[in-house]
């Protein structure tokens, strides 16, 4: 398995796969226009015949805080390690731009707590968070699962810490 940064000849086979779970309704669609403009943001995990069969983004919201979204691996390559393998990258990056504090807005929120993460109410977070939210068809009714991974040296979770204010 290859782990890399997508290019544009990518987009096609992330969409498709993205599209695939939000058909079935357990992720959020992303049109190929957002995912042109995050194209930096992502980590693909593409097999031996080239395909891409994982996905996975890192979306910065404010000084060390960043969101891990836009996951998704294809059904035949799940429980591989392919969407673990993403996170952690994904996580590493995070971590050397200085990132102390990532979350998640999950409709799976076992496998985000093999890898860390614990649920907290979607009060906990942010304002600058729900930016994105207001063009989603679910708004203002989510039913996503908000989870954290904190890993401040104080411990706070990310509800704690009022500079992320505008």
Not at 54 to 70: F, Q, S
Not at 76 to 104: M, N
Request: with cysteine.
């Amino acid at each position: 398995m290859d782990y890399r940064k997508p290019d544009f000849n990518d987009i096609e086979d992330i969409y498709n796969l993205v599209m695939e779970y939000a058909n079935d309704g357990v992720m959020l669609a992303r049109s190929r226009n957002t995912l042109y403009e995050n194209i930096r943001d992502m980590i693909v995990a593409v097999n031996e015949e080239g395909r891409v069969v994982g996905v996975g983004a890192l979306h910065i919201i404010w000084a060390e805080l960043a969101e891990i979204r836009t996951m998704a691996v294809s059904p035949e390559a799940i429980r591989q390690g392919i969407g673990s393998e993403i996170v952690c990258r994904l996580l590493e990056e995070g971590r050397a731009l200085g990132v102390k504090r990532f979350f998640t807005l999950t409709y799976k929120p076992g496998f985000f707590q093999t890898v860390g993460f614990k649920t907290i109410t979607k009060n906990q977070l942010p304002h600058k968070v729900w930016k994105d939210c207001i063009e989603c068809p679910k708004f203002p009714n989510c039913d996503e699962i908000a989870m954290e991974l904190d890993e401040s040296e104080d411990g706070r979770s990310i509800a704690s810490n009022v500079q992320w204010e505008m």
